[in-house]
């Protein structure tokens, strides 16, 4: 079994800076893409960014410029800098990992429980 546990969220006034991490867990091989994924009050969870196993990145144009998508394969992390904070950046922050090889199984994707950021004076 595939676990992603996220840390780092937390209140930051507008103009502000946080640091997401995720960690997977469960005697991972590999992991092809990982993600991270916001959803705000009343909204559907939307793409922040994503990176590639071999560093490929995309970013949602809300964020370009501002965030940045990094990971350690060798640590199976994924963590998102998150810099010029607004208050639209509220969200659940959720970890997601794609295409992750075990062990014993080849799991199509894995979710954290997801870290609240809120953006607020």
């Known amino acids: 079994q595939v676990q992603l546990v996220e840390s780092g969220g937390g209140l930051v006034q507008p103009g502000g800076s946080l640091r997401l991490s995720c960690a997977a867990a469960?005697?991972?091989?590999?992991?092809?893409?990982m993600a991270w994924y916001r959803q705000a009050p009343e909204k559907e969870r939307e793409l922040v960014a994503n990176?590639?196993?071999?560093?490929?990145?995309n970013y949602a144009d809300s964020v370009k410029g501002r965030f940045t998508i990094s990971r350690d394969n060798a640590k199976n992390t994924v963590d998102l800098q998150m810099n010029s904070l607004k208050p639209e950046d509220t969200a659940v922050y959720y970890c997601?990992?794609?295409?992750?090889?075990?062990?014993?199984?080849?799991?199509?994707?894995?979710w954290g429980r997801g870290t609240l950021v809120t953006v607020s004076s």
């Open positions: 990176i590639s196993r071999y560093g490929g990145t």
């Open positions: 997601n990992a794609g295409q992750v090889q075990t062990s014993r199984h080849l799991y199509l994707e894995a």
């Open positions: 469960g005697s991972i091989v590999s992991i092809n893409s």
